[in-house]
């Protein structure tokens, strides 16, 4: 089994349905129905931080309708995507849609422990300048009880960083204040942004998507820690509601080489 493990499954609608980011919210009930009242018990007893993020949309490189579904910890690997991984080439049925959809097959996997993304990143000799992040899904943040519509950096960093120390303690970011620190050495040199809203059981979250440049700052440790987090956030999602279809990212490094 593996931390952080990543599988992106091919769909097959009924004729006439396209897909929508909003979706995910369905996949969700979907895959709670399919894995039980076991997993839904332990997910309960886990801690605020989800240890998996999902979310569908359109991949314009292989024109086909995508599920995404990652794991960020062993135990999560172990009970929720391989499980699923099991029904490849099967239908399964949207409840809330009242339709079935069949899981083709996987057309993108990748998986890394936490420690060999971490060595990817400390033990590369190039300078790192940043690359482009991409959010695939609608993406929002909560600050005192009210939702945040505007990717602001700090609030990118601050939630990679939580959820990093909820789901691998052992290896832990500690500073104080580094999500500001991270931020201010993080600079969004051009951006496509629109904002968008994503519907979740009836009720709609107003957010943001499309795409950022960032270019890095700082010294050698600081780049090294935003470029970690940022490859680690095509698994773990960023912001709100990630187990629920939300915050889904790619990162593109501007010299593309380790982000698994």
């Known amino acids: 089994m593996s ?6 499954l091919a769909l097959r609608l009924p004729e006439g ?12 009930g979907m895959m709670m129905d399919v894995l039980g009242q076991e997993v839904a018990q332990w997910l309960h007893e886990e801690n605020s931080c989800r240890p998996f993020s999902q979310c569908v949309y359109y991949n314009r490189d292989l024109n086909v309708p995508v599920w995404r579904l990652s794991s960020l910890t062993q135990s999560a690997d172990e009970r929720i995507v391989m499980p699923i991984y099991q ?12 339709i ?23 033990l590369e000799q190039e300078h790192l300048n940043g ?12 600050r005192e009880g009210q939702y945040v519509i505007l990717p602001e950096l700090y609030l990118i960093f601050q939630s990679l960083i939580q959820r990093w120390n909820s789901c691998c303690a052992k290896a832990a970011i500690m500073s104080e204040d580094l999500e500001h620190q991270l931020a201010d050495h993080c600079h ?73």
């Open 3 to 8: 931390d952080l493990h990543q599988i992106e």
């Open 17 to 28: 349905l396209k897909i929508h980011s909003s979706m995910g919210s369905v996949f969700h």
């Open 87 to 98: 029904l490849i080439g099967k239908e399964v049925f949207l409840k809330q849609k009242k």
């Open 100 to 122: 079935s959809v069949e899981l083709l097959e996987v057309v993108q996997e990748r998986k890394c422990s936490y420690q060999e993304l971490m060595d990817r990143i400390f």
């Open 131 to 142: 690359g482009r992040l991409e959010f695939i899904s609608t993406g929002s943040f909560k």
């Open 188 to 260: 969004i040199s051009r951006y496509n942004l629109r904002s968008q809203k994503y519907s979740v059981n009836g009720s709609n979250i107003y957010g943001f998507c499309g795409n950022m440049d960032l270019r890095f700052s700082g010294n050698d440790m600081v780049r090294r820690l935003m470029e970690l987090l940022l490859c680690y956030a095509g698994f773990a999602g960023i912001g709100v509601k990630t187990a629920l279809g939300m915050g889904a990212v790619e990162y593109v490094e501007r010299n593309p080489r380790r982000c698994p």
